[in-house]
């Protein structure tokens, strides 16, 4: 099974329209943090926002904010207000806590993102 | 955010070379480093986890022989691609985990892109 499913490849919206990104995971582990990056065309991987799996809010990080609903074990990615430069591919990705302090993290497929003037 | 910095950007060499690669943490100390390989319109695949003054762990189906890597300061992580050949071209990223907090994020470099002729 996936451990994170992006399940859009491709989304467009437009300028100053908000959007939503999907991702869900899969993990037995209660000790775990969803993460989202940026990947503009240049290739540099940017975080944008973290949620920790004990967490009780939602977090926020100016524009962006994520939905997290622990039961439904989705992180969705909000970005409010869209501007032409949120135009990049977008990561969502798991870091699993194990024993002994061993940690992996997991990357989505991505989802394309356009902002359309 | 913390800023990581990864050289070169570009590197093309004549197949049978050995290319390195730096990855340097500029703001924070990082125990652990992360390599990653990144196809065109793929995600990131972990290929080994960097782990300062002890050998690394490589992911299966990565060969520890072709790809070396070495953390030898709480700064620096490097990447060594011996004997290239056409089918390493590839996208090289790293990562360095900074463990301020329990958050654990890690901070991508800006790639290296490998053309091995």
């Known amino acids: 099974a996936q451990k994170i499913t992006q399940t859009q490849p491709g989304m467009f919206v437009q300028e100053k329209e908000a959007v939503t990104l999907d991702c869900t995971y899969d993990?037995?582990?209660?000790?775990?943090?969803l993460f989202w990056y940026k990947q503009p065309s240049s290739g540099e991987m940017i975080f944008l926002i973290y949620?920790?799996?004990?967490?009780?809010q939602n977090a926020t990080e100016g524009r962006y904010s994520l939905n997290f609903q622990k039961a439904r074990k989705s992180a969705n990615l909000v970005i409010s207000a869209s501007q032409l430069g949120d135009s990049a591919m977008y990561f969502c990705?798991?870091?699993?806590?194990?024993?002994?302090?061993?940690?992996?993290?997991?990357f989505g497929t991505g989802t394309k993102l356009q902002v359309i003037p | 955010g913390a800023v990581v910095s990864q050289h070169p950007s570009w590197v093309i060499c004549k197949s049978g070379t050995s290319v390195k690669i730096e990855c340097r943490s500029l703001?924070?100390?990082?125990?652990?480093m992360f390599w990653y390989r990144q196809f065109p319109k793929q995600s990131l695949m972990l290929m080994a986890t960097?782990?300062?003054?002890?050998?690394?762990?490589?992911e299966q189906g990565v060969e520890k022989d072709k790809f070396l890597i070495n953390h030898a300061s709480l700064t620096l992580s490097t990447l060594t691609v011996t004997s290239a050949h056409p089918e390493d071209s590839s996208f090289y990223i790293c990562?360095?985990?900074?463990?301020?907090?329990?958050?654990?994020?890690?901070?991508f470099g800006a790639g290296t892109r490998l053309s091995v002729l």
């Open positions: 949620q920790g799996s004990y967490d009780q």
């Open positions: 993990t037995s582990d209660p000790s775990y943090g």
């Open positions: 990705a798991m870091r699993e806590d194990f024993s002994g302090g061993y940690q992996k993290v997991t």
């Open positions: 960097s782990n300062e003054g002890s050998k690394a762990t490589y």
């Open positions: 703001d924070f100390q990082a125990t652990t």
């Open positions: 990562s360095a985990r900074d463990q301020e907090g329990a958050k654990n994020i890690q901070y």
